[in-house]
Nanobody, 121 residues
Framework: QVQLVESGGGLVQAGDSLRLSCAAS????????MGWFRQPPGKEREFVAA????????YYADSVKGRFTISRDNAKNTGYLQMNSLKPEDTGIYYC??????????????WGQGTQVTVSS
């Protein structure tokens, strides 16, 4: 069992940056794939980014490529999502996710409670 707690959300203007953090507790986080999903207002949850257990492989949604960077610090049991050049369409609740399977499986069993990101135009 892994518990995930997100932080770092907030209200920003278009073009600004934010860094989300995901603090993990419970089982050894270092062996888990971790990632981020988001849920825009009135829409379904969508994949944002993922990183392999060792940080060497990353996946991104096309909509965030070149603007967002996912990373992790296994020594701190923490994952990050650096978001630059934010757009109003990036608004939503951002969820940290994790799973013991390989990143290629695209499976995410554990979910955090979410943190709100609002980007004003």
């Amino acid at each position: 069992q892994v518990q995930l707690v997100e932080s770092g959300g907030g209200l920003v203007q278009a073009g600004d940056s934010l860094r989300l953090s995901c603090a993990a507790s419970g089982r050894t986080f270092s062996g888990y794939t971790m990632g981020w999903f988001r849920q825009p207002p009135g829409k379904e949850r969508e994949f944002v980014a993922a990183v392999s257990w060792d940080g060497t492989t990353t996946y991104y949604a096309d909509s965030v490529k070149g603007r967002f960077t996912i990373s992790r610090d296994n020594a701190k049991n923490t994952g990050y999502l650096q978001m630059n050049s934010l757009k109003p369409e990036d608004t939503g609740i951002y969820y940290c996710v994790a799973d013991p399977s390989e990143i290629t499986r695209r499976k995410y069993t554990y979910w955090g409670q979410g943190t709100q990101v609002t980007v004003s135009s």
